[in-house]
């Protein structure tokens, strides 16, 4: 199994987490502008407690958005540093995969909608489904408001919807049936996988 280190910045929340072998360490920790003083102290502190150097790690996974553009631009920064310094290849992942990932749990075939809070009442929004061991993308990363989802949905209801912006938004989301993850983020451990 590969060596690999992955962190996202989009959300209020930072995430680091390094796998090695059948070992993870992860690291949770306040995102948004302080990330940008944080991250890279708590990418160094997950290796040092897993006792990997740079060097040893197979490649370097990042969330590449949506989200935050101060969080996706320290993410980027830091994984294309850490890259360029150590001369391993990185891995961008879409952070809304991450949510339908951590969402997911052991559920072998599903469909999942990931949103997550864009502000100004706006939602970022993707659908996804795993089947045979692997992702597919349903219906690709884009901006939308509640209505925008509501009259989507009303034709192909959603099975599965996983982000923060079910907290955030309530019952304007109209989810119907659906089965409901709202504490599904994009944690590092889910881009490790």
């Known amino acids: 199994m590969p060596a690999l280190i992955a962190f996202d910045t989009s959300t209020e929340r930072m995430s680091v987490a390094l796998r090695c072998g059948e070992r993870v360490v992860a690291r949770e920790g306040e995102g948004g502008a302080r990330a940008s003083a944080t991250l890279l102290p708590t990418v160094l502190d997950v290796l040092a407690e897993a006792g990997i150097a740079l060097a ?19 993410s980027c920064a830091v994984a294309q540093g850490l890259a360029l310094g150590s ?28 949103i997550l809070d864009a502000r100004m ?27 925008a989802l509501a009259a989507r949905w009303r034709d192909a209801p959603p099975a599965v919807v ?23 983020a994009p944690r590092a451990s889910a881009l490790l996988r």
């Open 121 to 147: 009442e706006q939602i970022y929004a993707a659908e996804y489904a795993h089947a045979d061991g692997r992702w597919t993308t349903l219906v690709a990363p884009f901006l939308a408001d509640c209505d």
């Open 162 to 184: 996983a982000g923060n912006a079910i907290a955030a938004f309530g019952a304007r989301l109209r989810t119907g049936d659906a089965a409901t993850v709202p504490d599904a």
């Open 87 to 114: 001369g391993k290849p990185v891995l961008p992942i879409d952070t809304l995969l991450a949510v339908a990932e951590d969402a997911r749990g052991a559920a072998a075939d599903v469909r999942i909608w990931a």
């Open 56 to 74: 040893d790690l197979d490649a370097i996974a990042f969330g590449r958005g949506p989200g935050a553009f101060t969080g996706l631009r320290t």
